[in-house]
Nanobody, 122 residues
Framework: QVQLVESGGGLVQAGGSLRLSCAAS????????MGWYRQVPGKQRELVAA???????HYSDSVKGRFTISRGNAKNTVYLQMNSLKPEDTAVYYC????????????????WGQGTQVTVSS
């Protein structure tokens, strides 16, 4: 089992920055990919960014160039640095962990965090 705890959400003005953190505990050796999804009411959860155990990264087109995913030195923490935030980035952001191969960045997360709200005001 893996437990994921997110932190760092909040309210920010457009153009501002936030950094989300996700701390993993438990059977972290089983994790192959960690990622961040976001969801707004009435819409499907969408992948924002992901990072493999080896450090390869993937971003959705909507955040490329503005968001950066990274891992902490201890490898059990993942960060999402969000810069140049826009009102359309407003969502609940979820950290996830995938123990599978995720071919072509098609994640099938096995574990989810509780979510953290990010609100960007215009």
């Amino acid at each position: 089992q893996v437990q994921l705890v997110e932190s760092g959400g909040g309210l920010v003005q457009a153009g501002g920055s936030l950094r989300l953190s996700c701390a993993a505990s438990g059977s972290i050796y089983s994790i192959n990919i960690m990622g961040w999804y976001r969801q707004v009411p009435g819409k499907q959860r969408e992948l924002v960014a992901a990072i493999t155990k080896g450090g390869s990264t993937h971003y959705s087109d909507s955040v490329k160039g503005r968001f950066t995913i990274s891992r902490g030195n201890a490898k059990n923490t993942v960060y999402l640095q969000m810069n140049s935030l826009k009102p359309e980035d407003t969502a609940v952001y979820y950290c996830c962990a995938d123990t599978g191969p995720a071919v072509g960045w098609n994640l099938s997360p096995d574990y989810w965090g509780q979510g953290t709200q990010v609100t960007v005001s215009s």
